[in-house]
T-cell receptor
Framework: GIQVEQSPPDLILQEGANSTLRCNFS?????LQWFHQNPWGQLINLFY???GTKQNGRLSATTVATERYSLLYISSSQTTDSGVYFC???????????FGKGTTLSVSS | GAVVSQHPSWVICKSGTSVKIECRSL??????MFWYRQFPKQSLMLMAT?????????EQGVEKDKFLINHASLTLSTLTVTSAHPEDSSFYIC???????????FGSGTQLSVL
C-alpha cells in the first residue's frame, strides 16, 4: 500500500517563529489533507490539497503532486498551534485516507 | 459545511461488556463511512470500511466478529465493540467522504476505556 512519511517527528518552537512540515508519499494520490489534532483528540481539517497551493491565515500548504510531497507552513506560531499535525492521503476519490505518523509541534511562550 | 457527528464522546465500561458507537452524517448522505482507531501517541489506523446496505470490509488484523459494523441508512453507521477487554481501550474515530467524493469529514472521536 501507499506509504506516507512526515518530518520532522517533533518540533519545538518559540512563539513567533515560522516552521515547515513535510509529507512525502509513495504513489500518485487523488486526495491529500492536512489535519491538526488538538489535545482533546479532535481532528481539525486544515487543508484539502491534492495539488497546488492554498493559504488560510497564518497557515499555507503546497502539494507538488508530480514529486509526491506536500508542505505545511506555519508562520508567526502561537502556543495554540501546539499539537499533532497529520498528513493523510488517498489514491482514489472517496476512499479511506492513509495517515502519516504525524509531527508533534510544541510552541512555548 | 458538512458535519459528522459521533457519539458518545467517551465511555467507560467493564471488561466483557459491549459498547456501541454511532456515527452520523449531518446534512449529507454517506454510502461509505470509515472507522479508525488511534492508540496513545500513535497515528490513526484504518479499521474498516462501512458500506450502506452491504457488509463492511475489514483491514488485515481487525477481528470482524469483535468489531461489528452496521450501516443501516445513508446517514448512520455504528461500531459495536463486543466483549470489550482492556486492550480494546483506544480512541475510535469515524469519517465520511463528501458527496462529491473529495475530502473526508471526521467525527469528534470516542475515547473507550475498558476496566
Amino acid at each position: 500500500g501507499i506509504q506516507v512519511e512526515q518530518s520532522p517527528p517533533d518540533l519545538i518552537l518559540q512563539e513567533g517563529a515560522n516552521s515547515t512540515l513535510r509529507c512525502n508519499f509513495s504513489d500518485s494520490v487523488n486526495n491529500l489533507q492536512w489535519f491538526h489534532q488538538n489535545p482533546w483528540g479532535q481532528l481539525i481539517n486544515l487543508f484539502y490539497i491534492p495539488s497546488g497551493t492554498k493559504q488560510n491565515g497564518r497557515l499555507s500548504a503546497t502539494t507538488v503532486a508530480t514529486e509526491r510531497y506536500s508542505l505545511l507552513y506555519i508562520s508567526s506560531s502561537q502556543t495554540t498551534d501546539s499539537g499533532v499535525y497529520f498528513c493523510a492521503v488517498a489514491i482514489q476519490a472517496g476512499t479511506a485516507l492513509i495517515f502519516g505518523k504525524g509531527t508533534t509541534l510544541s510552541v512555548s511562550s | 459545511g458538512a458535519v459528522v457527528s459521533q457519539h458518545p464522546s467517551w465511555v467507560i465500561c467493564k471488561s466483557g461488556t459491549s459498547v456501541k458507537i454511532e456515527c452520523r452524517s449531518l446534512d449529507f448522505q454517506a454510502t461509505t463511512m470509515f472507522w479508525y482507531r488511534q492508540f496513545p501517541k500513535q497515528s490513526l489506523m484504518l479499521m474498516a470500511t462501512s458500506n450502506e446496505g452491504s457488509k463492511a470490509t475489514y483491514e488485515q488484523g481487525v477481528e470482524k466478529d469483535k468489531f461489528l459494523i452496521n450501516h443501516a441508512s445513508l446517514t448512520l453507521s455504528t461500531l459495536t465493540v463486543t466483549s470489550a477487554h482492556p486492550e480494546d481501550s483506544s480512541f475510535y474515530i469515524c469519517s465520511a467522504p463528501s458527496e462529491a467524493n473529495e475530502k473526508l469529514f471526521f467525527g469528534s472521536g470516542t475515547q473507550l476505556s475498558v476496566l
